[in-house]
């Protein structure tokens, strides 16, 4: 399978896992795929082809699928950073063979994800694991956990509401007979445990009743407050400054002209900020892949989900201002 080579480690994992081979292709600075490349890596033993939507913007979906078809080649569509989107007019997830989703990016959801299978010719059965009451508890003490501090929420604490990122990063685990009585939901890592899990009965219920349409709304009206009031800020360049209708973005992703890894200044002002440099596959060596090492080092991922006003918007603008500021009058710049 090939994948592209800015990607986070646990979608390479499951493939790794059930004896598929992956090889990576390169990513412009865009995060568009660099569509030269990826058919120079084609050859007789590729099978599928992975493309990300990332951030939930749509990704070239239309000249992959040509590629595969020339190809004869399984697509499946990465649709985790998406809660909706299109190109051309056709929703993003039905151009692949499959897709996948992760509504916890967007969603107060303990876990759960879809599969969908759009050309599939095979009929799929699965043998799915009976959730046991004790699951279902601590799926409902988690949700308790996470809406209690809604009530006592200062700006700052709003900021750390949605846990949208992860927060910390292992090896897939091995499968087990034992009953699955508790998932770290945080956690990116592989688990061969939850592979015939179903959504949590909790979290159904709650994605079910979601209001998805406000959801959208406000995180487009979030994505734009950002892009306006950080506009001209010298040295900050967003990675998409023009949101495309009917896209629901999951971060806003910036640039820090000549500064990598601006994320760490950023949470030492209390801003959640992320990026992908620490979930790298280990196999993709330094300087293989330029431009994915330029994102892997650049790009930072600041929080815009529907918990966020105004006033929590303007702390991160203006984090992200005193960051750049400092860096300006730093005496190496001068």
């Not at 795929?33 to 082809?49: F, H, K, N, S």
């Not at 406000?214 to 949101?243: E, F, H, M, S």
């Not at 330029?290 to 600041?302: G, K, T, W």
């Amino acid at each position: 399978m090939l994948i592209p080579a800015y990607i986070c480690t646990a979608a390479v994992e499951p493939v790794e896992a059930f004896g598929g081979r992956v090889e990576f292709y390169e990513i412009r600075k865009d995060c568009i795929p660099d569509l030269a490349d990826l058919e120079a890596r084609i050859d007789d033993q590729t099978r599928a082809i992975l493309a990300v939507h990332f951030f939930g913007f749509p990704c070239a979906i239309r000249d992959i699928r040509r590629i595969c078809d020339k190809y004869g080649l399984f697509l499946i569509e990465d649709c985790a950073h998406v809660l909706q989107g299109q190109d051309g007019g056709q929703p993003l997830g039905t151009f692949g063979e499959v897709s996948v989703f992760s509504w916890r990016k967007f969603l107060p959801l303990y876990d759960g994800g879809g599969l969908v299978l759009n050309r599939w010719v095979h009929e799929l059965t699965v043998d799915w694991q009976r959730e046991r009451f004790l699951f279902t508890l601590r799926v409902a003490k988690n949700l308790l956990e996470r809406a209690l501090p809604t009530a006592l929420a200062s700006p700052l604490s709003a900021l750390r509401l949605r846990r949208s990122f992860p927060s910390s990063f292992g090896t897939a685990a091995n499968p087990t007979s034992v009953p699955l009585l508790h998932v770290n939901p945080d956690s990116k890592s592989f688990d061969q445990r939850m592979i015939n899990c179903p959504i949590s009965r909790l979290s159904r219920i709650l994605l079910e009743h979601c209001l998805l349409e406000r959801v959208i709304a406000k995180r487009r009206t979030n994505y734009c407050y950002l892009c306006r009031q950080l506009k001209g800020v010298q040295g900050v360049r967003p990675l998409i400054d023009n949101l495309p209708a009917g896209v629901c973005p999951w971060v806003y992703p910036i640039f820090f002209e000549d500064m990598p890894n601006g994320q760490f200044p950023l949470r030492k002002l209390g801003i959640p900020a992320v990026s992908w440099g620490g979930v790298r596959p280990p196999r993709i060596r330094s300087t293989e892949f330029p431009a994915a090492d330029f994102l892997y080092e650049n790009l930072v991922f600041l929080p815009l989900h529907q918990d966020l006003g105004t006033k929590e918007l303007d702390l991160i603008i203006e984090a992200v201002k005193s960051v750049r500021a400092r860096i300006e009058h730093s005496p190496s710049s001068s």
